[in-house]
């Protein structure tokens, strides 16, 4: 069994971003010589997602949309019990919940084993700064 | 190690819907040969979910009825930015992101390491089409 | 490839409730032996979550109202379709699903590889009895 690992450090200029991520993971993939496994993807932080969905600049506005009615960003005081710590971003924590922390793919000959419409995205919920996406990868 | 793959395919009558495979994934660990690792099963198509619930219809009918209250379908084109594309589906982009892609299960001599209701779902938000699932298996 | 799998028992006093399982996945790859490789853990049960997210009381607390919110607990019988089966829990079924059934994890030289604020909980939404997390974990 081969192991591989790799960190691709991500910084978003706004708040909240989606990041296609897709090219670097099967980068990853070509370079761990692994055919046939499977492949981890994963934020390193716990206000961001990975998840897998459409590269559609309009659904992605609607996901941050829909997302900020579903948790919206409040950040006084006393909106959330969570920013008594000090923090404003309880939203944040919230909405990765909603995306999903990581994704788990096949690797089949080589190639992340997707369909027609499948991308790897990185969700930034409170960005400006860097954040961690790991990539693991086992197989033979 | 082994490793295997297989896809199902999945034509819902209705536009929501849900179909249990845990039939199809236990036959494909049988076909495999592996007793010991993990299977990894995830929809190929970003408008539907591979998932872990019970197997009640009433429950179903509770997902769907939630699903659509969180992210109602509305094929108007001002519902969503998404339909200045031509489509008439965000609706199912959102509700997927709830229900979410894949799940990755234990196998455990040979058999799907499951707690007593645990049953997999392809969860259907935009059927009515030929939609694949991915089983992808390794162990040994 | 080496496999090791192991079942931790929960039972929390009230019906929602979060549970830091960190030390105890941690326990279970150095009991495994395993240096690189993936940890699956997932409830058991489909009326709770194993997720990774802050250890923080007031965001659990948020995490709690929050998920009172999207699906509210409400034990009458005509409330939900599932409870015209006896049951009265739906909304952890929902719930549930909003905050995942498993995680998957990647082994790095023996230990959970993780960002800084990266802990596993189990997640509770029908408690006051014996649930089960499995963990399954293979590689090297």
Not at 71 to 96: F, I, M, V, W
Request: aromatic share 8%; glycine share 8%; charged share 25%.
């Amino acid at each position: 069994m081969k192991s591989f690992r790799k960190t691709l450090t991500i910084h978003t200029r706004q708040t909240t971003a989606f990041v296609n991520v897709t090219r670097e993971v099967q980068a990853a993939i070509d370079e761990s010589g692994v055919r046939e496994g499977l492949v981890l993807v994963n934020s390193m932080h716990i206000t961001s997602s990975i998840f897998i969905n459409d590269d559609e600049s309009g659904l992605h506005h609607d996901f941050a949309k829909w997302l900020e009615e579903l948790a919206p960003h409040d950040p006084s005081p006393t909106a959330y019990h969570h920013h008594q710590t000090g923090e404003d971003n309880a939203d944040a924590h919230l909405k990765r919940q909603i995306m999903g922390r990581e994704v788990v793919c096949a690797i089949t000959a080589g190639k992340l084993d997707f369909g027609p419409w499948e991308q790897i995205f990185y969700g930034e919920f409170d960005g400006k700064r860097d954040k961690r996406v790991l990539i693991k990868i086992i197989g033979e």
